[in-house]
């Protein structure tokens, strides 16, 4: 059955036409001081998946996977794909610094348009712009659109409810979900989770219904699925 599960934060299961694709894996309940409550190349989660499990990453990036014993590791570049299974990967632009200093990586940030029987577009780490429209022109089944950075900071290069709800208006996909809020927060895990947790919500909700009508904007809490 193809379906989309959304696992938190920018980590998405992608079942497709037969393939499994997990998107941004970050898959750990402690991130330095960022706690799961229900950032990325994030080599534990990485190492959880397997280290022959086929690994997209961006032009750069995959020296530094190859060295710590990850054996299929392809590089992408905007405009450029690669096939996995019966499935295309492409990568497309997207507005935000490439570096991952923890890890010591570096190379362009990306989003990616998965196409099979379906189109499915992972924003990644992103601000809003104008290559959107472009991006949303050879139509979008499901958008998978993030709406604030981590815990209660939004930071440069990240999408806030409004955004995103205009990087919604500019792909036009007939659905979306939206990523990247809501799972990690600061603090002890005995803290009651804090407001801000889920404040990014609502004010996308009724940002989109106002200027993306016509898309329908599917919640998911983490662990849910989207049938396609």
Do not use: C, K
Request: net charge positive; no cysteine; hydrophobic share 40%.
């Amino acid at each position: 059955m193809d379906r989309v599960t959304w696992v938190g934060h920018g980590t998405a299961l992608v079942d497709l036409d037969g393939v499994r694709l997990l998107t941004d894996p970050l898959l750990r309940d402690r991130v330095a001081h960022l706690r799961r409550r229900v950032h990325h190349l994030d080599l534990p989660s990485l190492r959880r998946v397997g280290r022959r499990v086929p690994i997209v990453v961006p032009r750069g990036g995959g020296r530094l996977l190859l060295r710590r014993g990850f054996d299929a590791v392809r590089e992408i570049a905007p405009g450029e794909d690669v096939t996995l299974g019966a499935l295309t990967v492409r990568a497309t632009q997207a507005r935000h610094h490439g570096g991952r200093g923890v890890v010591g990586a570096s190379g362009p940030a990306l989003g990616y348009v998965i196409a099979g029987s379906r189109r499915i577009y992972h924003a990644g780490d992103t601000d809003l712009f104008e290559g959107m429209r472009e991006i949303g022109e050879s139509g979008l089944d499901l958008a998978l659109v993030p709406i604030w950075g981590w815990a209660s900071r939004l930071g440069p290069g990240h999408l806030d409810p409004w955004r995103a709800a205009q990087a919604l208006e500019r792909l036009q996909p007939r659905r979306a979900v939206p990523i990247h809020w809501g799972t990690y927060t600061v603090g002890p895990a005995a803290r009651p989770s804090p407001r801000y947790l889920r404040a990014p919500l609502e004010p996308f909700l009724a940002a989109a219904r106002e200027l993306a009508p016509n898309v329908t904007v599917t919640a998911l809490e983490p662990g849910q699925s989207l049938e396609l």
